[in-house]
């Protein structure tokens, strides 16, 4: 399991439906700084939920909800949106690529991607730099995401509805 980075995330699931989560970190001096703030994408608004903890009793990272969250919905549903998670953290690079590649966005920060080399491997030139990667680090990752696309999707049985409220 690698490092969940700030950045947005999809679970594409065998139906063809898919569900985004982003995790945000807000800098110092901003409310909540520090904190890991994870949110599903309802609609063209972003929906926070709780935070990305470490310091769970297995060592792996998990969802801690907002109470008030925790308190206004059903069981069924905080588990469909852990579940989402679970899945994004087995492999952050293959959910933040499902997001690029179906929105045509960076994974990193949301904005729109034009140039096609940047969408085959998910990220803007801007946020490959603030990541540290190099022009070889860029090429691997082509090469990945090249192998990844005949499937982004995560192989489940399990019917999952939609994370967002029903409206
Ligand atoms: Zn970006």
Same mark, same amino acid.
């Not at 730099?129 to 489940?156: H, I, N």
């Given at each position: 399991?690698?490092?969940?980075?700030?950045?947005? #995330?999809? +679970?594409? #699931?065998?139906?063809?439906?898919?569900? %985004?989560?982003?995790?945000?970190?807000?800098?110092?001096?901003?409310?909540?700084?520090?904190?890991?703030?994870?949110?599903?994408?309802?609609?063209?608004?972003?929906?926070?939920?709780?935070?990305? +903890?470490?310091?769970?009793?297995?060592?792996?990272?998990?969802?801690?909800?907002?109470?008030?969250?925790?308190?206004?919905?059903?069981?069924?549903?905080?588990?469909?949106?852990?579940?989402?998670?679970? %899945?994004?953290?087995?492999?952050?690079?293959? $959910?933040?690529?499902?997001?690029?590649?179906?929105?045509?966005?960076?994974?990193?920060?949301?904005?729109?991607?034009?140039?096609? $080399?940047?969408?085959?491997?998910?990220?803007?030139?801007?946020?490959?730099?603030?990541?540290?990667?190099?022009?070889?680090?860029?090429?691997?990752?082509?090469?990945?995401?090249?192998?990844?696309?005949?499937?982004?999707?995560?192989?489940?049985?399990?019917?999952?509805?939609?994370?967002?409220?029903?409206?």
């Amino acid at each position: 399991m690698s490092e969940l980075l700030d950045g947005i #995330y999809s +679970v594409v #699931y065998r139906s063809g439906e898919h569900r %985004t989560i982003q995790l945000r970190t807000p800098e110092a001096g901003k409310p909540l700084a520090g904190k890991r703030i994870l949110s599903y994408r309802q609609r063209d608004d972003w929906k926070g939920f709780g935070f990305l +903890v470490n310091d769970t009793p297995n060592g792996k990272p998990a969802v801690a909800f907002w109470r008030k969250f925790r308190a206004e919905n059903a069981p069924k549903r905080l588990e469909r949106i852990e579940f989402a998670v679970r %899945t994004i953290l087995e492999n952050p690079a293959k $959910a933040g690529l499902a997001y690029a590649l179906r929105e045509n966005r960076c994974c990193r920060c949301g904005m729109q991607l034009t140039v096609p $080399a940047s969408v085959a491997f998910g990220m803007g030139p801007e946020c490959a730099r603030k990541r540290g990667w190099t022009k070889e680090d860029k090429l691997k990752a082509f090469e990945w995401a090249k192998s990844q696309v005949p499937d982004v999707t995560v192989q489940t049985d399990l019917s999952y509805g939609p994370l967002e409220e029903s409206a």
